[in-house]
């Protein structure tokens, strides 16, 4: 079976500081993986996703995150913190081998804080 | 474009009383749709998904069910609320498949049982 877990179920960090937020995934295949954003009073967002190819996948609003398949992970990254990239961050995972590619096992989330 | 409507925003319910959340996606026809919660401290968990009317299935056994009455219109149920109902219900919905697949979610239900 499938499972992510997210490291850190809050992370602060300070406006122009390096954004790292950690997505560790099991699975017995190379599944789909991705990492959604929730605004306040939002729904998510997909800000990128890893299906084949190049590991390091950019998203939008400067986020990128590399899979490394020798340590299961998938962390998401941005060199520099805005305010307004205070959310919530979920990591995802899919069975690529499912017909239903909606099917997405999250992990329990990261809120993101920005200082000034 | 397509746009997704789930209503209400947040709600409480007694517990016992009875549920109905509603989603509605416009802009696109015959669309997969699925149901998840989360629960407090925890991610994100599938409840449901639909590819067609009336084509409901659970993922997890719990005190709440789905239908799908109409092509855009997916509704969660329960009879009975337990208190251990609450969290956050999102809708969502997709297109495409394998690579192309794409998932768009609604903006929430936040429901208190108390």
């Known amino acids: 079976a499938q499972s992510v877990t997210q490291l850190g179920s809050h992370v602060s960090v300070s406006e122009g500081a390096l954004v790292l937020l950690r997505c560790n995934y099991s699975?017995?295949?190379?599944?789909?993986l991705f990492w959604y954003v929730q605004y306040p009073n939002q729904g998510l967002q997909l800000l990128l996703k890893?299906?084949?190819?190049?590991?390091l996948v950019k998203g939008i609003n400067g986020f990128e995150a590399e899979f490394k398949k020798s340590e299961t992970s998938f962390h998401l990254t941005k060199p520099s913190a805005h305010m307004s990239d205070a959310a919530e961050y979920f990591c995802?995972?899919?069975?690529?081998?499912?017909?239903?590619?909606?099917?997405?096992?999250f992990g329990q989330g990261t809120e993101l804080s920005v200082k000034p | 474009s397509q746009t997704i409507h789930q209503w209400p925003a947040t709600l409480v319910q007694p517990v016992g009383s009875p549920l109905s959340l509603e989603c509605t996606v416009e802009g696109t026809s015959n669309p997969n749709l699925y149901w998840y919660r989360q629960a407090a401290g925890r991610g994100l968990q599938l409840l449901f998904y639909s590819v067609g009317i009336g084509q409901i299935s659970s993922e997890v056994p719990q005190n709440l069910s789905a239908s799908r009455p109409q092509d855009r219109q997916f509704i969660l149920s329960s009879k009975k609320l337990l208190l251990s109902d609450s969290g956050f219900y999102l809708c969502a919905w997709s297109v495409g498949q394998g690579l192309n697949e794409k998932l768009f979610f609604g903006s929430g239900t936040q429901l208190s049982v108390l």
């Open positions: 995802a995972v899919s069975d690529r081998a499912s017909n239903q590619g909606g099917k997405l096992i």
């Open positions: 699975s017995s295949v190379p599944p789909y």
């Open positions: 890893y299906t084949t190819g190049a590991t």
